[in-house]
C-alpha cells in the first residue's frame, strides 16, 4: 500500500499549510486514517485521525481548535488544515492507515489514534515553522 503525503513546507508562526495524503483505492477500504508527527529527538505521536465509517475525529489536545481532518471521498484524499502553525508543529508529518479497525475501540466515539494500530504508511512530508 503505497501512500503519498504532500504539502509541508517552510511557513512562518501564525501561517497555514494544508497536508494531503492520497490512499490507495479509496477513503472506505480503511476504517481509519491518521495524521502523525515526529518532531527531532522526540517519538512519534498522533496528530488526527478521522473514522471513515461516521467521520468522528480524534485530536492531541496540542492542535485542538489548530487543525482540522477531513476526507475527499472521491478524490481518495485526507486532508490535515493546519492554521495557527507554532514553531513546537515543526516536525516530519506522516500519514497512515487502519485496514483492520484496530483503532476503534467499542464505547469510544473517537478513534484510538496510535501508531501501534495503523498498518501502512506513507513517507513524511516535512512542516517547518520558523521565522
Known amino acids: 500500500v503505497q501512500l503519498q503525503a504532500s504539502g509541508g513546507g517552510l511557513v512562518q508562526p501564525g501561517g497555514s499549510l494544508r497536508l494531503s495524503c492520497a490512499v490507495p483505492?479509496?477513503?472506505?477500504?480503511?476504517?481509519?486514517i491518521g495524521w502523525f508527527r515526529q518532531a527531532p529527538g522526540k517519538e512519534r505521536e498522533g496528530v488526527s485521525c478521522?473514522?471513515?465509517?461516521?467521520?468522528?475525529?480524534y485530536y492531541a489536545d496540542s492542535v485542538k481548535g489548530r487543525f482540522t481532518i477531513s476526507r475527499d471521498n472521491d478524490k481518495n484524499t485526507v486532508y490535515l488544515q493546519m492554521n495557527s502553525l507554532k514553531p513546537d508543529d515543526t516536525a516530519v508529518y506522516y500519514c497512515?492507515?487502519?485496514?483492520?479497525?484496530?483503532?476503534?475501540?467499542?464505547?469510544?466515539?473517537?478513534?484510538?489514534?496510535?501508531?501501534?494500530?495503523?498498518?501502512?504508511w506513507g513517507k513524511g512530508t516535512l512542516v517547518t515553522v520558523s521565522s
Open positions: 483505492g479509496s477513503t472506505l477500504d480503511y476504517y481509519v
Open positions: 497512515a492507515t487502519d485496514p483492520f479497525g484496530l483503532a476503534l475501540r467499542v464505547g469510544v466515539p473517537t478513534p484510538d489514534c496510535v501508531d501501534e494500530w495503523m498498518d501502512s
Open positions: 478521522i473514522s471513515s465509517s461516521d467521520g468522528s475525529a
